[in-house]
């Protein structure tokens, strides 16, 4: 392979690639080379990419001093938004997106030698006539400070290859370019004038064996495509193979998963599968968890974090020390609390705990050093010296955690630093910023820049079509080539009127120009390697597709391929066996065991016993929903500490009666406003304001209760949110009563606060919907002469009860003796660890235990 390339290095001669992939895969290659003929030590050759090498020649120059000033890319972005910020002031406005395509615009004028004068005359619209008058801003920007972006670069070393004054090399190779734009041609003709030799590599002609195969859908084919790579590397172990995929950066990630299914089936569970396919196209920075948990970090400068940030936080280890058992419980309560906006050092009072552990307190003042930290800011700095802040800022954060880095990891935190770097170099452009723009610069940066490692020689190489110009393999499979992907949409210029670009002859301006680069691009990869494979998928979706034109040049003729081996998972399901297991029971509860979710785990046992199970013993718990303003869930805690410190003092029904209108309202201003402090403490302005509006709610709600407490007649308050540790059948609860009242003649009434929608206590034939108070009456010693609901709304508050003096008609020392047996019942059950399934339930009541339970397979067993 590349047997042209020791020859086009000898005597000082160089290679320009059209790709920097290229670059690298040959310089590689080359060192083989020297490696197989024996050497130890050599030059190092001078294989550049097309932009690497333009940089390279004018970095020669014999008077650097006259040169102008080079800008980069992200430089060049921000004059660009300069530029068309004074142009539009449109609100609406994505600046940075549209700077992205006038710079792109600005780069293919140049590229075709196209005059901005021509652009100005033919503009049509008024998105081209904004960006003519940008991009006349932008050059003179340019041309006053002296400085040249990459557009720009070529020309300048033609100018001093015209001048004789840079080093050129004797002779110059060119490969995997498929189109010589006018500027290149510019410059190759500067450099042939100067006595260079051009070389300009043209495509292999092999007489390869070619086949076309296709298949139901693209997850079939790209699964082809591994299972046909291995069996080729079980023929001959060291090919080089590669799968094409036209639009591999839509998602190359899922099309690497395909493949890999295919090329080593049960990958998921094997370590190192990286090395396995090699991916042209990596992922945006952004979106690794390492750079988006920093940007997350460092926003917290200049910026409250809403409670889900603060929740990524809390759970990274990316942050602080690895052990995050303390920090998982500060997540916990911080889904509790009222959702905000949440600056650092009101986060930092509201978790701080005396008996925080290690990993937590470690946080903590991790947090703490950044809210000091974000006190000492600078209106507007330079970008260096927010990039050195960022940088000192996220080392004190423990970021990128405690554990040693793998190469991996090791490359991508280089390239964050670099980014810091990129940031920095803007001060030439932009002296001053604030910090919310500066780190905006930098997230825009992370979000626009692709990242992929540097790994060893994959098995496997998963490319898109124009990475693989200039490669060469032993076996190729292009995949995708239906007719509605190839040739690919063409992308002509919005901003550059089309009548030009047809003139000029641009890339896309023409239908015509877009088959034939397609055709050209085809050529080229069959003639890359001796043996290929052309497939495509006949759905898309729910659109049938067809084989592209295009391949009719080939004359191949369609026929069976290699069989999709489908997903390894499915497989696995149709090769296992039944296996019987012995019996596992639960065990029993011990004596000391303490079963959680107090009358609550009674009740699931009545109608789920394994939730009851999973719930009660195993703890398992559901995380809170992190929801905007007051839950209900925190509404309701409201209420019921209003309710217990306005009964703290269990006052009787005549000392109730006895309040007067101004001590009722004193008394129940003062139970809200300590029921409510808590929350106030740390609230920030609208957090305040809702729970101002929830205070008013909660003191009518108030007052409804004492009102209906003086219509019950005689009674006393015995106890309120009293707490006890009950045994029922050998079953220790932990319960909790709202009330318990006791009557005139010493029996009492268990009652329950209900603040959601009304519920009732019985149904219609006098059965309880609810048995959570039966437990309460199995737990206390006293005569229970009653048991009640009182639902507390705004619409109305009432009391829903049955007892002795609720309901004549019920025959009350029957029903609670019922009652209480089906707790008995319950509670012995649980204890002799009964975890039934129940098979009748609907899927949306079974679906929050379905990864614990068979229910799906009971389901459809029944």
């Keep these: 392979m590349y047997a042209w390339l020791a020859d086009a290095l000898a005597d000082s001669s160089q290679v320009m690639t059209a790709s920097r992939r290229l670059a690298r895969v040959l310089a590689a290659h080359y060192s083989r080379q020297q490696l197989d003929a024996g050497l130890t030590a050599w030059r190092t050759p001078a294989i550049l990419s097309w932009s690497d090498w333009v940089a390279a020649l004018i970095a020669t120059a014999a008077d650097a001093a006259k040169l102008p000033t080079f800008i980069n890319a992200n430089q060049s972005r921000v004059l660009w938004e300069r530029c068309l910020r004074h142009e539009t002031n449109d609100p609406l406005l994505n600046i940075g997106l549209l700077a992205r395509q006038a710079r792109d615009t600005w780069t293919r004028l140049h590229e075709w030698s196209v005059p901005l004068k021509e652009c100005q005359l033919a503009a049509y619209g008024a998105d081209q006539r904004m960006f003519v008058r940008a991009a006349s801003n932008y050059q003179s920007i340019l041309h006053n400070q002296r400085w040249v972006d990459p557009a720009g670069l070529p020309t300048i070393a033609r100018q001093l290859v015209l001048q004789r004054d840079v080093e050129l090399p004797q002779r110059l190779t060119l490969a995997g370019f498929d189109r010589l734009v006018p500027q290149v041609r510019s410059l190759l003709d500067a450099l042939g004038e100067a006595g260079v030799t051009i070389d300009l590599l043209p495509d292999r002609a092999q007489q390869g064996s070619g086949k076309l195969h296709c298949y139901d859908n693209a997850g079939a084919e790209m699964r082809a495509a591994g299972a046909w790579a291995r069996r080729e590397l079980g023929r001959s172990p060291g090919q080089r193979i590669a799968v094409i995929v036209p639009g591999l950066e839509q998602d190359s990630s899922r099309y690497a998963r395909l493949l890999k299914e295919g090329l080593l089936p049960g990958w998921q569970y094997t370590r190192g599968d990286d090395s396995i396919v090699n991916v042209s196209y990596g992922q945006k920075l952004a979106a690794y968890p390492a750079i988006s948990v920093a940007l997350l970090a460092l926003r917290w400068l200049y910026s409250d974090l809403a409670t889900a940030d603060v929740s990524v936080l809390l759970r990274t280890e990316l942050i602080g020390t690895t052990d995050i058992d303390e920090r998982s419980r500060f997540e916990l309560r911080l889904r509790q609390m009222a959702d905000r906006p949440w600056p650092p050092q009101t986060l930092v009072e509201s978790l701080a705990s005396n008996h925080a552990a290690a990993d937590g307190s470690d946080w903590l003042q991790r947090i703490a050093g950044l809210a000091r930290q974000r006190t000492r800011i600078a209106r507007s700095d330079s970008p260096v010296a927010w990039a050195a802040l960022f940088d000192a800022v996220l080392t004190a954060l423990g970021w990128p955690g405690p554990e040693s880095l793998d190469s991996f990891e090791f490359q991508l935190i280089n390239r964050w630093r670099d980014l810091l770097n990129d940031l920095a170099r803007l001060e030439l452009v932009a ?193 809170p929903a992190i929801t905007a303003g007051l839950t209900p869930n925190i509404r309701g805690n409201l209420i019921h500490d209003a309710l217990h410190r306005l009964y703290a003092a269990c006052p009787a029904s005549t000392d109730i009666e006895g309040w007067s209108d101004d001590e009722l309202a004193r008394r129940i201003h003062d139970a809200v406003d300590k029921a409510f402090r808590p929350y106030e403490r740390h609230a920030d302005p609208i957090l305040r304001q809702l729970l101002s509006l929830e205070k008013l709610r909660t003191r009518r709600l108030l007052d409804t209760v004492v009102e209906l407490d003086k219509s019950r007649g005689a009674f006393s308050i015995a106890s309120v949110e009293n707490s006890a540790v009950a045994e029922i059948e050998g079953l220790r609860l932990q319960l909790r009563f709202d009330r318990i009242d006791r009557m005139p003649d010493g029996d009492v009434t268990i009652l329950d606060y209900k603040t959601g929608a009304p519920k009732r206590l019985l149904d219609r034939s006098g059965n309880l919907h609810d048995i959570q108070l039966i437990v309460y009456a199995c737990a206390i010693p006293d005569t229970v002469a009653g048991i009640g609901i009182i639902n507390i709304d705004s619409r109305a508050t009432a009391m829903d009860a049955a007892g002795r003096r609720f309901t004549p008609e019920l025959d009350w020392d029957d029903a609670l003796s019922r009652w209480r047996q089906e707790v008995y019942a319950a509670a012995r059950q649980i204890a002799n660890g009964d975890i039934r399934i129940n098979a009748m339930q609907n899927s949306q009541a079974a679906r929050p235990l379905g990864l614990l339970s068979r229910y799906r397979e009971l389901r459809r067993d029944a």
Excluded: C
């Excluded at 060469?472 to 239906?482: H, I, N």
């Excluded at 369609?558 to 297991?581: I, K, T």
């Design 431 to 623: 002296p001053t910023m604030t910090l919310a723009e500066a780190h905006g610069r930098l997230a825009a940066l992370a979000r626009e820049t692709v990242f992929q490692a540097e790994s060893e020689a994959a098995v496997v190489q998963l490319l898109g079509p124009l990475e693989a110009a200039g490669m060469e393999f032993d076996k190729l499979w292009v995949s995708g080539l239906s007719a509605a992907n190839w040739p690919p949409p063409g992308r002509p210029l919005a901003l550059v009127s089309r009548d030009l670009q047809r003139r000029y002859g641009m890339p896309d301006a023409d239908p015509g120009d877009t088959l034939q680069y397609a055709q050209r691009v085809i050529a080229r990869l069959v003639n890359s390697a001796p043996g290929f494979v052309m497939s495509y998928a006949l759905t898309e979706g729910d659109a049938e597709q067809t084989v592209t034109a295009v391949l009719a040049e080939l004359g191949l003729d369609e026929e069976s391929g290699p069989p999709d081996p489908r997903w390894y998972a499915l497989r696995m399901v149709d090769n296992g066996r039944p296996l019987a297991m012995p019996d596992d029971r639960v065990p029993a509860a011990r004596p000391d065991e303490a079963v959680a979710g107090g009358a609550m785990t009674i009740q699931r046992q009545l109608s789920e016993p394994f939730a009851a199970f999973a719930y009660g013993r195993l703890g398992v718990r559901r995380l």
